[in-house]
């Protein structure tokens, strides 16, 4: 029981009065059962159905029956003959950036050269915006008190002192030095409430320069906290009228996996939903970002969740879906968290046998982060797993608005700043270093669509086509499945295309 309500009351809300729910039926009869399914899978039962709707006891039996045989029905989806998409007129314009993946022992040795690549590249970074004369953290006793200095450093450590100020601990390649924000001394001192709160966004092992006034050494007065962020740009328009789709997370091989959803959104590539077809039409691109299928294995206690117990047939029934898009339509996907590949960052193409027999020369696999370049744009493909400890430690973050942790990790110009959560392999480059600033940054992971502009960048979060899991409403989580974001490349515009109610 979640909230203090019973499992009726709760399937009672999301019937929404559609569908009558029987006296006889009692909270006992539907133990154990995922209300969010079950709701679903109720209005589907009752979809084509002309008498009255009840909901009793035999019905639940059946509804129950189907949802535990429940397999994806996989049918084929034919283009609507009246449909001309402007996509297909135009050739694809697309260049891939992947970085050859190393393979290291993750010794401590790489790890140290690996944290030395960050510290270096995002301290170059740094340099190219105005913060003055930098000097080393073991140079600060040569300087008179009150003098005013940069320092670039990766954050080791942040505590709150007794007397409620911020203690940053800052290492560069010569030492450590203490960064002292000051507490505001009144809510008036407006400069000084802007620096704290800055400061207590910091997290462990990012790279940002700070100026300040030096104190007795090792300690530095902090009065400006910089980030390498993003530089203000404008992205390019271009002058065909095409589009961009971002999805992720599709979970396929999950009960919970919105099968007809997905078909809708395939249906609507191929013409043949009247809603959006225009924009159907320009659709170009395809991005998918991680989470093809539900994977095996990945929590405990997964395999009551799941409707396909044979990871092969998870990406083959996963493939059956992608072989039904227009081939004119370009298709880049991504692993997710979720996916049968290594965990640890950067994660490699999906392999070869999971892909199987499936081949099309309009699907490029690629890792976890990339760069593609797509109609000019520069879009930076990531799955999120970072998004999970960025959420957890940066104030004002959270998974219901994952735009906002996304434009932290822009700010960071790292796709994983905190190093300990996500794995990481050490190669001796920090590939999740952002060299270049994105046009678009596209995440997934989180379930919970989002768009937001950052300095130019567009930021976009794809959402899911799986259903609230337990697991999520064990965290209070709320999914937004069935939207899909489409960029469109000449005007800028991003529309959220909603498969609920189509
Ligand atoms: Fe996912």
């Given at each position: 029981m979640k909230g203090g309500k019973t499992l009726i009351s709760r399937l009672y809300e999301r019937l929404d009065g559609k569908v009558i729910i029987a006296a006889e039926l009692e909270d006992s009869d539907m133990e154990g059962m995922n209300v969010d399914e079950l709701s679903a899978m109720a209005l589907s039962f009752f979809r084509e159905y002309d008498g009255l709707r009840v909901l009793d006891k035999k019905t639940l039996g059946e509804i129950i029956k189907g949802l535990e045989s429940k397999e994806p029905l996989v049918v084929e989806v034919l283009q609507q003959p009246s449909f001309k998409p402007v996509a297909k007129e135009f050739e694809p314009k697309f260049r891939m950036r992947n970085t050859p993946l190393e393979k290291t022992g993750a010794t401590v040795n790489d790890f140290a050269s690996y944290f030395r690549d960050r510290y270096k590249r995002l301290r170059d970074m740094l340099s190219t915006s105005n913060i003055g004369m930098v000097i080393s953290s073991d140079k600060i006793g040569q300087y008179a008190n009150g003098r005013e200095v940069s320092i670039v450093g990766m954050v080791y450590d942040k505590i709150v002192t007794k007397k409620g100020n911020i203690m940053v601990t800052l290492e560069d390649e010569y030492g450590s030095s203490k960064v002292i924000f000051i507490r505001p001394s009144s809510p008036d001192r407006r400069d000084q409430s802007s620096l704290f709160d800055s400061a207590m966004k910091l997290v462990h092992d990012e790279v940002i320069a700070v100026k300040g006034k030096t104190g007795a050494p090792p300690f530095v007065i902090a009065n400006k906290l910089i980030w390498p962020d993003v530089p203000v740009h404008a992205r390019k328009q271009t002058r065909e009228d095409l589009a961009i789709a971002f999805t992720s997370d599709v979970h396929v091989g999950s009960k919970l996996f919105l099968e007809d959803k997905f078909i809708k959104f395939i249906e609507w590539l191929n013409g043949n939903v009247e809603t959006g077809r225009d924009l159907a039409g320009k659709v170009k691109y395809l991005v998918i970002g991680g989470d093809l299928a539900d994977g095996i294995g990945v929590y405990p206690g997964q395999d009551r969740d799941l409707a396909i117990l044979d990871i092969y047939k998870q990406y083959s029934t996963f493939f059956k879906y992608i072989e039904d898009i227009p081939d004119y339509i370009q298709i880049f996907i991504i692993p997710g968290n979720h996916d049968a590949v290594q965990l640890a960052e950067p994660q490699p193409v999906l392999p070869e046998e999971m892909i199987g027999d499936f081949k099309r020369d309009n699907v490029h696999f690629i890792p976890s982060p990339s760069y593609v370049e797509i109609e000019g744009l520069t879009s930076l493909i990531y799955h999120g797993n970072s998004l999970d400890s960025v959420i957890h430690s940066?104030?004002?973050?959270s998974y219901s608005r994952p735009e906002i942790a996304m434009v932290e990790i822009l700010k960071r110009r790292h796709i994983s700043p905190i190093y300990g959560d996500t794995p990481i392999v050490p190669s001796k480059k920090d590939t999740l270093v952002m060299d270049i600033a994105p046009d678009i940054l596209h995440m997934g992971h989180v379930h919970k669509n989002g768009l937001a502009e950052y300095h130019g960048t567009q930021v976009i979060n794809s959402g899911t086509w799986q259903a609230r899991t337990d697991y999520q409403i064990k965290l209070g989580h709320i999914p937004t499945p069935g939207l899909l974001p489409v960029y469109e490349t000449r005007s800028g515009r991003v529309t959220n295309v909603d498969f609920n109610g189509l």
């Open positions: 940066i104030p004002g973050c």
